[in-house]
């Protein structure tokens, strides 16, 4: 076997393993990204109400803005608070 073609094969054995190496690689990140996509669709449903009902926050939140909307009743109602 000469030195060239030698030196041939084993350079297109490289590029055949590399090639190899990134259809892999390129797979698995599609599918990582696919993955992740389904993560983030399970966790923001199509309402803020999942299946528990609202989170703690958007209650705390709820709570909040009541107590405000009851504030402004009062000062438009003439009350002293």
């Not at 259809?23 to 299946?51: H, K, Q, S, V, Y």
């Not at 703690?56 to 709570?63: D, K, V």
């Not at 504030?71 to 002293?80: H, M, Q, R, T, Y």
């Amino acid at each position: 076997m000469t030195d060239s073609t030698f030196w041939l094969t084993l350079s297109g054995a490289g590029l055949i393993g590399l090639g190899v190496v990134a259809w892999a690689a390129l797979t698995g990140w599609r599918g990582w990204l696919e993955l992740e996509r389904l993560r983030l669709e399970r966790r923001i449903p199509a309402t803020n109400d999942g299946p528990t009902g609202p989170s703690p926050a958007a209650r705390i939140e709820l709570a909040d803005l009541k107590e405000r909307i009851r504030k402004l009743e009062a000062i438009a109602s003439g009350v002293d608070l």
